[in-house]
């Protein structure tokens, strides 16, 4: 398999992304490049994705952009819990005054997590509480979007994948990458489950839907099924 090249411009563009009600605009956070998201409609209400932000430029581009385009952020989630993609929790909580969701199964290594930062140079407060667990299922609203919980664990306990079916579109966390999948090395791992989890939960969703990974390029479930082959 040969990986597609990406151009600057398209690397760009693909930063901000415009559905027919919605927009997705990804930030790359951190050392380790987690994309953080802020999903926002014309209501002017938003959710913030796996908050990477871990120094006071990444907190002013998210708050720049949050004030600029009027937004009042509803709920912040957390698709996983490991620290590139939490790092941001407790400023966010206190910025936006946002409700925390996440999957219980992941508080082990969440009430742990800040204790890691400094072993991949973040370097993050003690994480706040969630307000909410989420389940399989579920459904986040904010304006007037939906997005349903899909519980997507293999990558760690409590890892979930968001799919707003009306878009057509879903949020994997480090589910599944272009043309790879999470790693299954860390606590709470296992890669036949997250296999698994990829073809019972994802693939279904359709070849047509866009897929946003917790870090690097977007890509969609048809060309994962062609090219992808962790799970061939």
Request: hydrophobic letters at 35%; aromatic letters at 10%.
């Given at each position: 398999?040969?990986?597609?090249?990406?151009?600057?411009?398209?690397?760009?563009?693909?930063?901000?992304?415009?559905?027919?009600?919605?927009?997705?605009?990804?930030?790359?956070?951190?050392?380790?490049?987690?994309?953080?998201?802020?999903?926002?409609?014309?209501?002017?209400?938003?959710?913030?994705?796996d908050p990477g932000n871990c120094s006071s430029y990444e907190d002013a581009q998210l708050q720049e952009y949050v004030k600029s385009h009027q937004l009042t952020v509803r709920y912040i989630i957390n698709t996983h819990p490991h620290i590139d993609h939490i790092a941001g929790n407790g400023w966010c909580v206190r910025e936006?005054?946002?409700?925390?969701?996440?999957?219980?199964?992941?508080?082990?290594?969440?009430?742990?997590?800040?204790?890691?930062?400094?072993?991949?140079?973040?370097?993050?407060?003690?994480?706040?509480?969630?307000?909410?667990?989420?389940?399989?299922?579920?459904?986040?609203?904010?304006?007037?979007?939906?997005?349903?919980?899909?519980?997507?664990?293999?990558?760690?306990?409590?890892?979930?994948?968001?799919?707003?079916?009306?878009?057509?579109?879903?949020?994997?966390?480090?589910?599944?990458?272009?043309?790879?999948?999470?790693?299954?090395?860390?606590?709470?791992?296992?890669?036949?489950?997250?296999?698994?989890?990829?073809?019972?939960?994802?693939?279904?969703?359709?070849?047509?839907?866009?897929?946003?990974?917790?870090?690097?390029?977007?890509?969609?479930?048809?060309?994962?099924?062609?090219?992808?082959?962790?799970?061939?």
């Amino acid at each position: 398999m040969q990986k597609k090249r990406t151009s600057l411009a398209d690397f760009i563009k693909d930063l901000t992304r415009n559905y027919s009600t919605m927009t997705i605009r990804t930030f790359h956070f951190n050392p380790i490049m987690v994309n953080t998201m802020v999903l926002h409609d014309e209501s002017g209400e938003a959710v913030i994705v796996d908050p990477g932000n871990c120094s006071s430029y990444e907190d002013a581009q998210l708050q720049e952009y949050v004030k600029s385009h009027q937004l009042t952020v509803r709920y912040i989630i957390n698709t996983h819990p490991h620290i590139d993609h939490i790092a941001g929790n407790g400023w966010c909580v206190r910025e936006f005054n946002a409700p925390l969701l996440c999957h219980e199964a992941g508080m082990p290594i969440y009430n742990k997590a800040y204790a890691y930062g400094a072993t991949f140079g973040i370097m993050a407060d003690k994480m706040p509480a969630p307000d909410r667990f989420l389940n399989e299922g579920d459904e986040i609203r904010f304006g007037s979007q939906c997005l349903k919980v899909l519980y997507t664990p293999g990558h760690c306990d409590g890892s979930i994948s968001l799919y707003d079916a009306a878009n057509g579109y879903v949020i994997c966390g480090d589910l599944i990458f272009e043309g790879s999948v999470g790693r299954a090395d860390l606590p709470t791992g296992n890669m036949h489950l997250l296999i698994d989890m990829v073809k019972s939960k994802i693939l279904p969703l359709g070849d047509d839907v866009t897929i946003y990974p917790g870090h690097g390029n977007t890509t969609t479930i048809g060309n994962e099924r062609i090219n992808n082959l962790y799970i061939q």
